[in-house]
């Protein structure tokens, strides 16, 4: 999961992807973009480059919502990298759009590269796919960056192994 915000406020998720892992292969991806109800701050449009005019046609949220929800649930594993960012950006827009959060399973990929790879320099996304030979094409374009946490995920497993991962699952 990655979203991308208007501003600094959690809830004014601007776009969403969603890259769906089935039997240790990528199975499917889902992006949209969102119409937040808040002006979007020049600094993270300077970041991911999606303005106001982009998102004027999108749905909003509570339309994306629906579409998604069967993906939060408590046997789901949702990963992110950095994801309490991306967990917090999901449950306060709930909260925003008065939708009740589900319970679901997280884990953190920034984590799990800081557990795998400590000979890193950082351990931002685009840092720790260069490192594991990841393409990463456009970084801060949710798409792009949910399809390499994915890869991250999948090639740490085949590393590591899946036993290596379970202490980062967390329940949300």
């Not at 005019?53 to 339309?63: L, N, Q, S």
């Not at 649930?73 to 994801?83: D, G, K, S």
């Amino acid at each position: 999961m990655d979203f991308e915000t208007a501003s600094g406020k959690r809830y004014s998720a601007c776009s969403l992807a969603l890259t769906i892992v089935r039997d240790n292969q990528i199975a499917d991806e889902f992006y949209t973009l969102i119409k937040p109800d808040v002006p979007f701050f020049w600094r993270n449009v300077e970041i991911h480059g999606i303005h106001e005019h982009d998102v004027k046609d999108a749905p909003t949220f509570p339309e994306v919502w629906p579409h998604i929800q069967s993906f939060f649930t408590p046997e789901q594993l949702v990963i992110a990298h950095n994801a309490q960012f991306d967990n917090g950006v999901l449950k306060q827009t709930l909260t925003h759009y008065g939708l009740d959060a589900p319970s679901y399973l997280s884990l953190d990929t920034v984590k799990t590269s800081r557990q795998f790879l400590p000979m890193l320099a950082n351990h931002k996304l685009n840092t720790v796919c260069d490192a594991l030979d990841i393409t990463l094409e456009h970084h801060h374009n949710a798409l792009d960056d949910s399809l390499a946490c994915a890869n991250i995920l999948l090639t740490e497993a085949n590393q590591f192994g899946q036993d290596a991962l379970t202490p980062f699952v967390k329940a949300v």
